[in-house]
T-cell receptor, first 115, second 110 residues
Framework: NAGVTQTPKFRILKIGQSMTLQCTQD?????MYWYRQDPGMGLKLIYY???????DKGEVPNGYNVSRSTTEDFPLRLELAAPSQTSVYFC??????????????FGPGTRLTVL | GQNIDQPTEMTATEGAIVQINCTYQ??????LFWYQQHAGEAPTFLSY????GLEEKGRFSSFLSRSKGYSYLLLKELQMKDSASYLC???????????FGAGTTVTVRA
């Protein structure tokens, strides 16, 4: 299993540009999450999903959108990038059943800089 | 929401023991996770406590007191590779989303 994969690893955007951060998991997890982590800070939840077709806002959703058309994929869309969105973005997934119920597995992260 | 408090930084010597405390306030509680995050990398799972008491896994142990809203992660026989940030995460009841603390950066010195 590859676990949770994210692309790209690094990206530099200009103010006002848009991009999509990709996230895929091959563990058949129902729950998926997007977090951002600013330097020296904890993880802030942006959006989450309990299954295909269902998404909901977390603590800091402004400036972002998500979709969940399949169990495996959970892309995060940034529209009109702003310097405040400079951060490291982590995608995570967790199982809704079984012995590792709710243990979150994280992707390697995308380091985004908006200039 | 959940108020989660852990120290910002700790420094210890190679071979020593360090205890990272985490206190939390939540209206309902399912369990508590500890994650390790090396600089520039993703968090990885260390331990999960749901019942009161100590869970031991090799050099790492985690303790929980539900009545006190308190947990600690104990790192024994510290190695240089243990230099990392340690995140405490609370799983509240009636939810599946975790609330993460800001993390404790542990620096191990030779």
């Amino acid at each position: 299993n590859a676990g949770v994969t994210q692309t790209p690893k690094f990206r530099i955007l200009k103010i006002g540009q848009s991009m999509t951060l990709q996230c895929t998991q091959d563990m058949n997890h129902n729950y998926m999450y997007w977090y951002r982590q600013d330097p020296g800070m904890g993880l802030k939840l942006i959006y989450y999903s309990v299954g295909a077709g269902i998404t909901d806002k977390g603590e800091v959703p402004n400036g972002y959108n998500v979709s969940r058309s399949t169990t495996e994929d959970f892309p995060l869309r940034l529209e009109l990038a702003a310097p405040s969105q400079t951060s490291v973005y982590f995608c995570a997934s967790s199982d809704s059943t079984g012995p590792s119920y709710n243990e979150q597995f994280f992707g390697p992260g995308t380091r985004l800089t908006v200039l | 929401g959940q108020n989660i408090d852990q120290p910002t930084e700790m420094t210890a010597t190679e071979g020593a023991i360090v205890q990272i405390n985490c206190t939390y306030q939540t209206s309902g509680f399912n369990g508590l996770f500890w994650y390790q995050q090396h600089a520039g990398e993703a968090p990885t799972f260390l331990s999960y406590n749901v019942l009161d008491g100590l869970e031991e896994k090799g050099r790492f142990s985690s303790f929980l007191s539900r009545s006190k809203g308190y947990s600690y992660l104990l790192l024994k026989e510290l190695q240089m590779k243990d230099s990392a940030s340690y995140l405490c995460a609370v799983w509240p009841s009636n939810d599946y989303k975790l609330s993460f603390g800001a993390g404790t950066t542990v620096t191990v010195r030779a």
